[in-house]
């Protein structure tokens, strides 16, 4: 029997073809190139398969990412508050959701981020795209020139605690109570977000 040629149908193979297409897309063209109709024809399918699997590009580029939470949600949540209050927010929020069912595939994700430079790529866009452009206006940062700095700082930050923790577990960091950690890291982030970061005059 001859194969039969055209677009892919809606089936089981369908999605796992688009997110491959999307990876591949995101990490050549960032997340402003990549266009679902460019992912689309990657993967073999009409453009509306792509919406209809997935919604929007954002949420198939969390898709793609295997991101183990939705970080417009996070920061939605962080700047509901004091302030002076929102860097023991974010650190007791970030632990909560890696101590979740989410933290697997936060732990895949940070695996494939150091993995390889294609991968990094895609983290990269991640960071950039989900979480530094939604949190610098929410929290207030746009007419500060440090914005960006101050949010990366404390996201940098809060990376390194989960491959200490989670990923290769250092002891005693990786079994201590999460509010430990809270108390401790929590006026670091504070610091970053709020903070004087210029360095001491001469």
């Known amino acids: 029997m001859a194969r039969r040629t055209g677009r892919r149908p809606g089936n089981p193979e369908t999605r796992e073809a688009i997110l491959a297409a999307a990876r591949e897309a995101f990490a050549d063209k960032g997340y402003d190139g990549a266009s679902i109709r460019a992912i689309a ?14 919604g929007t590009k954002d949420k ?7 991101a183990p939470m939705d970080p417009a949600e996070i920061i939605d949540a962080l700047v509901e508050g004091d302030r002076d209050d929102v860097g023991t927010r ?4 970030f632990l909560r ?11 895949a994700l940070l695996r494939s981020a150091v993995g390889t430079e294609w991968t990094a790529r895609l983290f990269r866009e991640f960071v950039v795209t989900q979480i530094l452009r939604r949190a610098v ?10 914005g960006p700095l101050r949010v ?6 809060m990376v390194g605690v989960a491959l200490a923790r989670y990923v290769i577990k250092v002891e005693p960091l990786a079994s201590v109570p999460a509010e430990v950690i809270v108390a401790a890291v929590g006026p670091s982030v504070q610091r970053y977000l709020t903070g004087d970061l210029d360095p001491p005059a001469a």
């Open 41 to 54: 024809t990657g993967a073999g399918v009409d453009p509306a398969l792509v919406h209809h699997y997935f």
């Open 60 to 66: 198939l580029f969390l898709a793609a990412m295997q």
């Open 90 to 93: 974010f650190v007791r929020l």
């Open 97 to 107: 959701i890696w101590d979740g069912p989410g933290g697997a595939a936060g732990v």
């Open 137 to 146: 206006p929410k929290l207030g940062l746009d007419d500060d020139e440090q």
């Open 152 to 157: 990366t700082l404390a996201a940098s930050h």
